[in-house]
């Protein structure tokens, strides 16, 4: 569904400070399974996943997401294809505060054009798969952390993107609700989503839900292979 090919990302070139965050990745990520992007901090998963998502660019190389090369297209477009195929789950939640669960779950659709009753229905199913039906009209920032997780999640469904995107999505969470994010992530495994997920945490790349781990190092892939 995804591939790769001399992949390179460089921040500020022919400057100083001049750093390689990714150096000649070759890769080609599957649909309808989970991919584990693993290593320590500074070894480029996390720079990858944002090019795999279409939210960077790479220096060099090419990326083709289902057979139509991405690595040229103007702005306008890649947003398009962010909207239609990605779902993103975020270290830090990213939820605005000072509006409800439910506004910010919707927040991604708007536009898109839908109409309101429609999109909020939508939006409060999605809570309720997640138990938050309640919550729904609670500011974020009255929710806890797990809370929060599962809004930033309910809004990384709420266009039914076939691939979701998330990076170190148990950074926050203690063991009891990395377990439960575990679960989540069963679930769309059953639903037939591609995961893309960037962790350092044993708990998501040694769970069964993972198929695939990809092993970084300074910015390079040194290992990739299914899990037995």
Request: aromatic share 4%; with cysteine.
């Amino acid at each position: 569904m995804i591939h790769l090919q001399d992949i390179r990302k460089v921040f500020n070139a022919g400057k100083p400070n001049e750093f390689v965050a990714i150096k000649g990745v070759n890769l080609t990520i599957d649909s309808h399974g989970a991919t584990a992007l693993k290593g320590p901090s500074g070894s480029g998963k996390t720079t990858l996943l944002s090019m795999l998502g279409c939210m960077a660019r790479p220096t060099s190389g090419r990326i083709t997401l289902k057979d139509r090369e991405i690595t040229s297209l103007p702005e306008r477009f890649l947003t398009e294809i962010r909207r239609e195929t990605f779902g993103f789950m975020f270290q830090q939640f990213n939820l605005i505060k000072g509006i409800t669960a439910l506004e910010n779950v919707m927040i991604p659709a708007y536009p898109k054009g839908e109409k309101h009753v429609s999109l909020k229905k939508r939006a409060m199913d999605l809570l309720g798969l997640l138990n938050l039906a309640d919550k729904a009209l609670s500011k974020v920032e009255w929710l806890s952390g797990g809370e929060a997780q599962r809004v930033a999640i309910a809004r990384a469904l709420i266009n039914n993107p076939p691939i979701i995107i998330a990076d170190e999505p148990t950074a926050h969470l203690d063991t009891r609700l990395s377990m439960e994010l575990i679960q989540i992530m069963r679930r769309f495994k059953k639903d037939g989503k591609t995961l893309l997920i960037a962790s350092h945490d044993p708990i998501v790349y040694q769970s069964d839900v993972i198929d695939r781990i990809v092993d970084m190092r300074d910015g390079k892939v040194v290992s990739s292979g299914d899990v037995p």
